[in-house]
C-alpha cells in the first residue's frame, strides 16, 4: 500500500501560479502511475493530468490544461509535482493526487488504489 500526502494548495489570484506536492510512502516500489484529480463543490472527481512513474509519459485532460498545467515527478524523493500557471477560478476545488500499481486506464478515478487527502485551490477573480 502507497501513502499519499499532497501540500500546496491556497488562496491565490487568477492568472497566478501554485504547484502541489504528493509524497509518496509505503510500498512506492510497486507504483506503476500517478494522477492528479480535482472536484469542485457539488461536482464529481475528474482527472486532470497523470504520469508513468518510470517511463514519464505524461497526459492530460484536455488541451486547456495541458497548456497551463504540467505534472512532472521526482523519483528519487518519490514526489509528484502539479505546476499551475495561468489560474483561472474555474480551476477552484480540491485537488487529489493518486497512485496506481497495475497497468490500467489512468484517466479513471476507480482504477487508483491509493488517495491522498486533497488539497484546496481557491481562485478569486
Known amino acids: 500500500q502507497v501513502q499519499l500526502v499532497e501540500s500546496g494548495g491556497g488562496l491565490v489570484q487568477a492568472g497566478d501560479s501554485l504547484r502541489l506536492s504528493c509524497v509518496a510512502s509505503?510500498?512506492?516500489?510497486?507504483?506503476?502511475?500517478m494522477g492528479w484529480f480535482r472536484q469542485a463543490p457539488g461536482q464529481e472527481r475528474h482527472f486532470v493530468a497523470a504520469i508513468w512513474w518510470i517511463r514519464g509519459n505524461t497526459i492530460y485532460s484536455d488541451s486547456s490544461v495541458e497548456g497551463r498545467f504540467t505534472i512532472s515527478r521526482d523519483s528519487a524523493k518519490n514526489t509528484l509535482y502539479l505546476q499551475m500557471n495561468s489560474l483561472k477560478p474555474e480551476d477552484t476545488a480540491v485537488y487529489y493526487c493518486?497512485?496506481?500499481?497495475?497497468?490500467?486506464?489512468?484517466?479513471?478515478?476507480?482504477?487508483?488504489?491509493?488517495w491522498g487527502q486533497g488539497t484546496q485551490v481557491t481562485v478569486s477573480s
Open positions: 509505503g510500498s512506492t516500489s510497486d507504483i506503476y502511475a
Open positions: 493518486a497512485a496506481l500499481s497495475h497497468p490500467a486506464l489512468v484517466v479513471l478515478t476507480t482504477t487508483y488504489d491509493s
